[in-house]
């Protein structure tokens, strides 16, 4: 997903272009495995150091349930705003030394964010970091309760399967020595309470 700003940088601060995209994510992380179109807007709007991008997008992308561990859809959306900075001057093609750059010190470090120098705006890796954090930390399949998820009661009775051979006569865990003596001080407690 790129962009041609040299227009938009020759232009005042304050100048803005919006896009609006329906882009396929095929192809943007290996990993990544895309259900739908990325869909939504981008806001490009000049400042005194370079463009600052705003981004707003949708998608469907297949994760793993954590409960089952089944693939499922979930929808996400990504949200970024990032300042690019131009790597060349866009009237002389001067390579821009890092002293003239106006913005932060931190900008000039991100390679993600340069505009290069043909004046091309890449937003592919802001969007790839910004999918990965969209992603929701522990996705769960649209069954309420797990019990009702057949997946997870297959899984269950998988583990079951194969935990048959151990020991159930002992229905009191194993106790590290080391912790015994505080179980001790526990019960008394208990008893001293009753």
């Known amino acids: 997903m790129q962009f041609n700003v040299a227009q938009l940088l020759k232009e005042p601060i304050g100048a803005t272009r919006t896009y609006q995209l329906d882009e396929s994510l095929i192809g943007l992380d290996p990993e990544l495995i895309p259900l739908s179109n990325l869909t939504g807007s981008l806001r490009l709007l000049r400042t005194h150091s370079g463009v600052l991008a705003n981004g707003q997008f949708a998608a469907t992308v297949q994760v793993d349930c954590g409960r089952c561990l ?76 797990p019990e009702s998820c057949p997946n997870f009661a297959e899984r269950m009775s998988e583990m079951a399967e194969v935990h048959a051979d ?29």
């Open 166 to 194: 151990l020991d159930e006569t002992d229905d009191q865990p194993a106790v590290d020595p080391r912790w015994a003596a505080l179980l001790e001080l526990q019960k008394n407690d208990t008893k001293k309470v009753n």
């Open 70 to 145: 089944e693939p499922i859809p979930a929808e996400i959306e990504i949200s970024f705003e990032e300042s690019f900075r131009p790597l060349t001057e866009v009237t002389t093609g001067r390579f821009l030394m890092p002293d003239e750059f106006e913005g932060q010190a931190e900008e000039l470090e991100d390679f993600a964010l340069i505009i290069d120098d043909h004046h091309i705006l890449d937003i592919s890796e802001i969007l790839r970091q910004s999918t990965w954090l969209a992603m929701p930390m522990i996705p769960r399949c649209p069954f309420g309760d």
